[in-house]
T-cell receptor, first 115, second 112 residues
Framework: DSGVTQTPKHLITATGQRVTLRCSPR?????VYWYQQSLDQGLQFLIQ???????AKGNILERFSAQQFPDLHSELNLSSLELGDSALYFC??????????????FGEGSRLTVL | SQQGEEDPQALSIQEGENATMNCSYK?????LQWYRQNSGRGLVHLIL?????REKHSGRLRVTLDTSKKSSSLLITASRAADTASYFC????????????FGKGTKLTVNP
């Protein structure tokens, strides 16, 4: 158990809908990362927050947004969903920024299926 | 975009054999990490090697880093069926980037 909690574990929804994925980092970790894993694209970095502030952005679509709250949990919002958004979404956390501390702790992921 | 590229994409060996996976990357890095992922599960950190290190060991794992060739290798010795998983390298580029970028992984199957 990594200590990172993601909910929901599975989600099935329809095209055009909006969903929110939630992540609680390990106790004491200030950085939260979101990744998308699909069969054809591999593991894609989406966005990173450190202590409530956005620190790095990857290939995150404009339809997607995220935030980190004062209690350090994070939410990833996916809107106007398309079939191609079906994927496993991972949250990871670390004590500090990845460049300093290195190791990321991953949650078990939220599997999104868009029909 | 991928920074690291693992090779081979898939590897099948017998229990007791050694498994070697390679990772090549494009730009200068601060460190390189290896992660393991059991099917459909979260990734688990295995080992981190910094840019000024050439080799690192952890149990049955041995990682090497050649910054002149921009490549790393992960060796798993005396493999077990439980080592069956996908293995990813991940890098943080120099220059203050916070992005930990993963390759597409090597799928290792260890047959009993």
């Amino acid at each position: 158990d990594s200590g990172v909690t993601q909910t929901p574990k599975h989600l099935i929804t329809a095209t055009g809908q909006r969903v929110t994925l939630r992540c609680s980092p390990r106790s004491g970790d200030l950085s939260v990362y979101w990744y998308q894993q699909s069969l054809d694209q591999g593991l894609q970095f989406l966005i990173q927050y450190y202590n409530g502030e956005e620190r790095a952005k990857g290939n995150i679509l404009e339809r997607f947004s995220a935030q980190q709250f004062p209690d350090l949990h994070s939410e990833l919002n996916l809107s106007s969903l398309e079939l191609g958004d079906s994927a496993l979404y991972f949250c990871a956390s670390s004590v500090g920024p990845a460049g300093n501390t290195g190791e990321l702790f991953f949650g078990e992921g939220s599997r999104l299926t868009v029909l | 975009s991928q920074q690291g590229e693992e090779d081979p994409q898939a590897l099948s060996i017998q229990e007791g054999e050694n498994a070697t996976m390679n990772c090549s990357y494009k730009t200068s890095i601060n460190n390189l990490q290896w992660y393991r992922q059991n099917s459909g599960r979260g990734l688990v950190h295995l080992i981190l090697i910094r840019s000024n290190e050439r080799e690192k060991h952890s149990g049955r794992l041995r990682v090497t880093l050649d910054t002149s060739k921009k490549s790393s290798s992960l060796l798993i010795t005396a493999s077990r069926a439980a080592d069956t998983a996908s293995y990813f390298c991940a890098t943080i580029t120099q220059g203050g980037s916070e992005k930990l970028v993963f390759g597409k992984g090597t799928k290792l199957t260890v047959n009993p």
